[in-house]
């Protein structure tokens, strides 16, 4: 038995990770006040850590988990810099040193990052040392039949290869998606609001500098990249072997192609942090077989990298939990056992939130979502109005053919499940039955719960992966084609569907510069602009979608909800194109005006647009 005594390298670990807790805490008093509480635990619970000196330095000390460290810290000192510039608070302080704020933050910054890198470096050590041996134990396992299978460095090429094919025609549209488009014309961030701080000091590494130039399609491409692997994590962690069968590697195509994430990818520069958020949600479960404070530790660390990137991801883990315990108790562990590793991940699961809750997320309001919570009385009925809100848009978004094989392959998982299961099949049905249940509830994770969720498909892709552990579950093994099948056949439907929405989007950016460059065109000839004199210019009404689109069949309501508005007036997303990208002389962008409540001349009429105006004021009226 180690001594758990106090030593140096212990008191640096206290003070390397009390620099990491002030590296990422915003630039609020609530925030900074947890954090100091977070900070005296911290130092008690390593304190009370039962490793030697010299494990604690051969960490610290290795260069790849340093420079690992130092990257990480690096950008998330740039974060740093961005929170706490403008801080009446931070320049109280450098004006007692005798500094200038623009150079104190900027500093603190530095000296922060340096002094996380033993924690950093640590954590590094210990989890991915863990996990390699973890590898290690169950490299030399075949499928249940004695066949090889697909190793699992193959099988995470193959579903890397698979995903970008899939995405291929998004990629080809050259798209910018929503706020891709004022983010290409001015290079901001901005995931502060929503608190995803990982995602933009991810950013920061990703396009090479702190200002985000386009760099499609990397981040897509690193996207699909991502979830590959937590597609073959998914594999590993509930097969508990490195090699797997073509049928097996079919079911968890849903996981990176299913419609949902496709409205993720679409985004040139979110992309890659959503794909995190799934990432981050299956790694923690790794170490669930070890030790039951690095198993809630690992789960907590996973937790807060989902809120941080993109809370939507927060059930994907809770899913997992659900079918892990069911399968555990399936083969014969004990309530006891099978209770104590949903405990265990109830308490990481939670104290992530918390700390996210109380440490770093800081309160937003937008005009689509916020992240409050109703009152205690609203809680619960808010939850299921909002839940059958997400499950009433599933039935409308998904095809007849599409609900139907999800519905065969959750019978299938639920036969499945049965099937296999050592205790008596009543009792089996009905935890089995429990667990779907339960997991259908979780599924779109802490969404449901807030008083004004989003509601996009953006932020339903738990469905996604809820349909492929149904899949996964149903293909394991060998035998039992009929089980099989309808994930496959569902995965090549996703598949297949990639490539018509992407072929849409193509469709739809032709057809919004066309109708932007009649408009520039009518614009231009008018006497108005060409006295040098700036003129304010407004737009209303929409294109909507391309006449081409507009005439697929009625049952593509997937692909109506994935098409955003691309030229319209009212939201600025929809008009950063007309007035950022083509160098539109003397025309001011001024919001504060509302044209549409003058009665303005008309200019010109065309079937296109109508364009009123006077002498500085020009309104244009989509058709």
Avoid at 27 to 34: H, I, Q, R
Avoid at 83 to 96: D, E, Q, Y
Avoid at 341 to 356: E, K, P, T
Wanted: charged share 15%; net charge positive.
């Amino acid at each position: 038995m180690k001594e758990k005594r106090l030593f140096p390298e212990k008191g640096l670990l206290m003070l390397s990770g009390t620099a990491f807790l002030l590296l990422i805490v915003p630039a609020w008093t609530a925030g900074m006040a947890w954090c100091c509480v977070a900070a005296a635990v911290l130092c008690v619970a390593v304190g009370r850590l039962n490793v030697s000196g010299e494990t604690i330095r051969g960490w610290v000390l290795r260069p790849g988990y340093a420079a690992l460290s130092l990257l990480v810290n690096g950008a998330l000192g740039v974060n740093f810099y961005h929170i706490w510039v403008g801080s009446r608070k931070m320049a109280a302080v450098a004006g007692l040193l005798g500094l200038e704020a623009g150079t104190f933050v900027p500093l603190c910054g530095v000296l922060l990052a340096l002094a996380a890198v033993p924690a950093v470096s640590c954590v590094l050590g210990y989890y991915l040392s863990a996990g390699m041996a973890d590898y290690r134990e169950t490299a030399g396992r075949t499928l249940p039949s004695g066949k090889r299978g697909v190793p699992m460095g193959k099988a995470l090429l193959i579903l890397f290869a698979l995903f970008v094919l899939g995405i291929s025609a998004i990629l080809r549209a050259n798209f910018y998606y929503m706020d891709d488009s004022p983010r290409a014309a001015l290079g901001y961030k901005q995931w502060d609001y929503f608190s995803r701080y990982l995602s933009t000091a991810l950013a920061t590494l990703v396009h090479g500098g702190d200002y985000l130039v386009d760099v499609a399609p990397l981040p897509q491409i690193l996207a699909m990249g991502m979830m590959a692997a937590a597609g073959v994590l998914i594999l590993y962690i509930l097969y508990d072997r490195t090699a797997f069968s073509w049928w097996e590697l079919a079911a968890v195509v849903c996981v990176g192609l299913n419609p949902y994430f496709l409205g993720c990818v679409s985004f040139r520069f979110d992309a890659p942090y959503m794909a995190l958020s799934v990432l981050a949600s299956v790694v923690p479960l790794l170490y669930r077989n070890r030790r039951p404070s690095a198993y809630i530790l690992a789960a907590m660390l996973g937790i807060l990298a989902v809120c941080t990137s993109y809370q939507a991801a927060t059930g994907i883990f809770p899913m997992l939990v659900l079918l892990l315990a069911l399968r555990m108790w399936n083969r014969g562990a004990s309530w006891r056992e099978t209770g104590g590793f949903v405990l265990r991940s109830v308490a990481g699961w939670g104290l992530g939130l918390l700390f996210f809750k109380l440490v770093i997320m800081i309160p937003a309001d937008a005009i689509y979502a916020s992240n409050a919570l109703p009152g205690l009385k609203e809680l619960i009925p808010n939850y299921f109005a909002n839940l059958k809100a997400y499950y009433t848009l599933i039935r409308q978004d998904f095809k007849p053919g599409w609900l139907l094989l999800a519905g065969v392959m959750a019978f299938g998982f639920f036969l499945r499940t049965i099937l296999t299961s050592r205790r008596n099949k009543g009792a089996a049905a009905a935890v089995t039955a429990a667990a779907v249940t339960l997991m259908g509830l979780v599924c779109f994770g802490i969404y449901p719960a807030l008083a004004t969720p989003v509601f996009a498909p953006r932020a339903m892709y738990g469905f996604g992966i809820l349909l492929a552990l149904f899949g996964v579950t149903a293909a394991e093994g060998e035998g039992h084609i009929a089980c099989k099948a309808p994930a496959a056949l569902l995965g090549w439907l996703f598949f297949v569907f990639s490539f018509t929405y992407g072929n849409a989007l193509s469709v739809q950016k032709d057809y919004t510069v066309f109708r932007t460059e009649m408009v520039i065109a009518d614009l231009q000839d008018m006497a108005v602009f060409q006295s040098g004199e700036p003129v304010t210019v407004q737009l209303s009404g929409s294109i909507g979608q391309a006449p081409v689109l507009r005439n697929m069949p009625q049952n593509y309501l997937m692909l109506n909800r994935l098409m955003p508005e691309t030229f319209a007036g009212g939201d600025d997303l929809q008009q950063y194109g007309f007035y950022c990208y083509y160098d539109l002389r003397n025309v001011v962008w001024n919001q504060e005006v509302k044209l549409q409540e003058r009665n303005l001349p008309v200019l010109k009429d065309t079937m296109y647009h109508t364009i009123r105006g006077d002498g500085s004021n020009v309104l244009v009226e989509l058709k």
